[in-house]
């Protein structure tokens, strides 16, 4: 399957309930050959109404963050785990989260990067894929939000743009 194909499937999607409220799926954005792909929970309002991943408060301030270390936005591959908002931003289900699996699981194996960054706890149930790297950090939302995550977020990035260069 290409990326075309799941971009169009996600727009389509009607596998679980959070379609419903959305304005937009939202499968990800970047380049097919990334080395470096993250992944975070849910599109948020401002993801939604664009159509496009980390586009919002957190998704500035993880692209100035990244800035700052060297790294890129268009060179990396973003996404999420569930490819529609929720409502009022809440965590997805466990229905909706397998529901959404099986796209990301594609993305990967057609991007087959080397790291994958999880962004907050609620990435982790991004699949595994032997021969790939996987870094969690703390989901640039947090650090905005508390000031002592936001040293800890900006040392995570910068261990993160060590392991790629």
Known sequence: MSMEEINLQVYACRKCRLWQD?????????????????????PGADEDEQGRP????????????????????EDVYI??????TSPQNRKPYPDE????????SEQIGI????????????????????????????HPSAAMRFTKMRQRFRDQIAELAKKIS
Not at 79 to 84: E, P
């Open 79 to 84: 996404t999420n785990i569930v490819k529609h």
């Open 22 to 42: 959305a304005k937009h799926g939202v499968p990800g954005e970047g380049p097919l050959n990334a080395t470096v792909m993250f992944v975070g929970q849910n």
């Open 54 to 73: 980390f586009v919002g408060r957190a998704g500035k301030y993880l692209t100035k963050t990244l800035a700052e270390f060297g790294i890129k936005r």
């Open 111 to 138: 991007i087959k990067p080397k790291i994958i960054v999880l962004l907050g706890a609620s990435a982790k149930d991004t699949p595994r894929v032997e021969g790939i790297q996987y870094f969690e950090v703390i």
């Open 97 to 104: 989260v397998e529901a959404c699996l099986p796209y990301l």
